[in-house]
């Protein structure tokens, strides 16, 4: 069965917001390098990551877009049982996005054999966002996505995030006592 959810984006959206992350990861990642590798691009491929074990890579083309999330507690291994559960009544355009952008990022190795592994996979064309699991579930993992939600809320707030650091900066100097320098 095929759930619409997350009404309140669409692709182009979803699309802004991982590069608005992207850019405030770049930013911050001098501050706290930890963060560089949370988020990253590999052409049109959005990878994220926390360290709950959440890892997620949504994949771009055109019109449509899929997002793939593997929770390390509770997956799905397989191709086939993948798109049965996962994937079932998608669009060929999807299936296709799936398997040669998607699946490749989610290997795991069982009886000596790499098999893709997910938790769940969302994916939008036509302005809809569509799911085999309902919305209550992909919210649970939304920890996985909280960079984008902090992008969207930065971005509908007009806020930079350069602006944001250096306000920080800024607010450091002026908060501490400085130490005068005599010559």
């Excluded at 055109?62 to 997002?67: E, K, M, R």
């Excluded at 054999?113 to 699991?133: R, T, Y």
């Excluded at 579930?137 to 971005?155: G, K, P």
């Excluded at 007009?158 to 944001?164: D, Q």
């Amino acid at each position: 069965m095929i759930n619409t959810i997350l009404n309140f984006t669409n692709k182009n959206d979803i699309l802004d917001k991982c590069i608005y992350a992207s850019i405030m990861n770049a930013v911050m990642s001098g501050a706290y390098p930890s963060l560089s590798e949370e988020i990253a691009w590999d052409g049109n491929n959005y990878l994220f990551q926390n360290m709950e074990g959440i890892r997620g890579v949504i994949a771009f083309s055109n019109d449509i877009f899929v997002c793939g999330v593997r929770n390390e507690k509770k997956y799905e291994e397989g191709r086939e049982n993948i798109f049965f559960k996962l994937l079932n009544s998608a669009s060929e355009k999807v299936l296709k996005l799936a398997e040669e952008e998607l699946l490749p990022y989610f290997l795991v190795e069982s009886e000596n054999e790499n098999i893709p592994a997910l938790s769940m996979i969302f994916w939008g064309e036509n302005d809809m966002i569509l799911s085999c699991v309902n919305e209550s579930e992909v919210r649970r993992l939304r920890n996985a996505t909280s960079r984008i939600n902090t992008a969207h809320f930065l971005l509908q707030n007009k806020i930079s995030p350069h602006g944001l650091w250096y306000n920080r900066i800024a607010k450091k100097l002026t908060t501490k006592p400085r130490k005068e320098i005599f010559i």
